[in-house]
């Protein structure tokens, strides 16, 4: 970023408990220093320059694949199918939200860790454009011509960036891997019962060897608690869940001449599994919210 002004915005919006800055103004010291730490580093922020489309080239060339978050002046007289592309996951925001920079970095992780490698024929779409972030509209994708991604190098950065997030911020790393498209509230009804039927299924599971020696217990919960927090499934659906298993026992035992009390201690079950799924949404709140 040549521009030191927008330094101290960058440095103004950055917790520094979270965020360390590596400020580079020449193409030639960014890939100097990128060279001995793109293991290290999280996600870039460029400036839309007259050197960018080349640093580009250069970051690709060297199998450099990261999180990008992209800066671009509003009113740039360049035409936008002449402006460079690193990746599909490249965010893009006018200069004038700087202020949204922090968010912009979240976003751009959670693109980079959904990006799949490409084929030339994939190439016509462009990745997301984050120019809704103010009150302008976004323009029009545009048409790039790009070689198609390493893929070797993108699911080793992928990977190891997934752990480090894992390692540093707790479930903040599995909640960037979330895809909308694949919460039970957006699926077919088809799926959503389906998916629901499943989720039962290893409910019960967990409720027949609860108050065993089962050594797999705790992996089947968190099994369990893994699906729904993908699903993005709630805490009162797993009540649900509960109490349907609850009253399929109790016709059983019914059935059989016994005694429903039994039934009573499996509460400890829908507060272990509650508590492992509610500990999982806690620690996956982005500090900012």
């Not at 590596?22 to 839309?48: M, N, T, V, Y």
């Not at 779409?125 to 893929?151: E, K």
């Not at 039962?200 to 599971?205: N, Q």
Request: glycine letters at 2%; hydrophobic letters at 40%.
């Amino acid at each position: 970023m040549p521009s030191d002004h927008r330094l101290q915005l960058l440095e103004e919006q950055f917790d520094a408990s979270r965020f360390t800055l590596h400020w580079l103004q020449s193409p030639a010291e960014f890939l100097d220093f990128l060279g001995d730490r793109k293991r290290d580093l999280d996600c870039l922020i460029l400036e839309e320059t007259a050197a960018l489309p080349a640093l580009l080239d250069a970051l690709r060339d060297r199998s450099i694949l990261l999180p990008a978050v992209l800066l671009r002046e509003p009113d740039s007289p360049s035409r936008r199918d002449d402006l460079p592309q690193y990746h599909a996951a490249e965010l893009i925001i006018p200069t004038s939200a700087l202020a949204k920079s922090s968010s912009a970095i979240d976003l751009a992780i959670a693109n980079f860790l959904q990006l799949q490698p490409q084929s030339s024929d994939d190439l016509a779409d462009h990745g997301t454009d984050a120019s809704a972030t103010t009150s302008t509209p976004p323009p029009p994708s545009p048409q790039r011509s790009i070689a198609p991604l390493p893929a070797e190098p993108l699911l080793q950065q992928q990977h190891r960036l997934s752990e480090k997030l894992r390692a540093r911020l707790g479930y903040l790393g599995v909640y960037y891997k979330r895809e909308a498209k694949n919460f039970l509230r957006y699926l077919p009804p088809d799926e959503q019962r389906e998916f629901l039927s499943r989720l039962k299924e290893d409910y019960r599971e967990i409720v027949l060897v609860y108050f065993s020696q089962e050594s797999t217990l705790n992996q089947q919960i968190d099994n369990l608690v893994d699906k729904a927090f993908f699903a993005d499934i709630s805490v009162a659906q797993i009540v649900e869940i509960h109490m349907s298993l609850m009253e399929d026992f109790s016709k059983q035992l019914k059935l059989e001449g016994r005694s429903e009390e039994i039934l009573l201690d499996y509460r400890l079950t829908l507060i272990d599994v509650i508590a492992h799924l509610c500990e999982m949404y806690r620690r996956s709140i982005p500090r900012e919210a």
